[in-house]
C-alpha cells in the first residue's frame, strides 16, 4: 500500500467513525425513503440493517448523496458491490475502484426509485414469459 493509499485509508477510517458521518445518515436515508438503492423493496434504517457506500472518495466528509454515496441493503453492499463485483476484494486492494461493473451498479442506484420498480417489473415479466415458453 503506498503512502497516499494509506494516508486516504486512514483519513477514511477515522471519518465513518466521526459524529459529521453519522448525522448525516438519517437525511440520506429520509431521501431515498428508507429504501435500498440497489434493491428498491428492501426496506433499510427504522430498525432495518443498511450501509452507506461511497461510490467514490473525492469528497470525503463533504459527501453528497447520489454523487458520492448511496444507501444500501448490506446483502448489495457487503456480497455484490464489494463481493461479486470487486471479486471479494477491498476498494484499496482493487486494480480499479470503482471497475466497469461497480460503476453500472452505482449508476442504477441513482436512478428513480419508480424507474428501477417499473424496469424490474418488465424484466420480471420478461423472465415469466421465457420461463413459461420453455414449458
Known amino acids: 500500500m503506498s503512502k497516499q493509499t494509506k494516508r486516504a485509508y486512514i483519513n477514511y477510517q477515522s471519518h465513518i467513525k466521526s459524529d459529521n458521518w453519522y448525522s448525516k445518515h438519517r437525511t440520506w436515508l429520509d431521501a431515498v425513503g428508507d429504501y435500498c438503492t440497489m434493491f428498491p423493496w428492501v ?15 473525492k469528497n470525503l466528509g463533504n459527501e453528497k448523496l447520489g454523487r458520492d454515496v448511496v444507501p444500501l441493503c448490506p446483502f448489495a453492499h457487503d456480497y455484490v458491490i464489494h463481493g461479486f463485483l470487486a471479486g471479494f476484494k477491498s476498494a484499496g486492494n482493487q486494480r480499479s475502484y470503482p471497475n466497469l461493473a461497480q460503476r453500472l451498479i452505482h449508476f442504477w442506484c441513482v436512478q428513480r426509485r419508480w424507474f428501477k420498480g ?13 420461463y413459461l415458453n420453455l414449458k
Open 43 to 57: 426496506r433499510i434504517g427504522k430498525g432495518h440493517r443498511y450501509a452507506i457506500h461511497h461510490m467514490n472518495y
Open 118 to 130: 417499473v424496469l424490474s417489473l418488465l424484466i420480471l415479466l420478461k423472465l415469466a414469459k421465457l
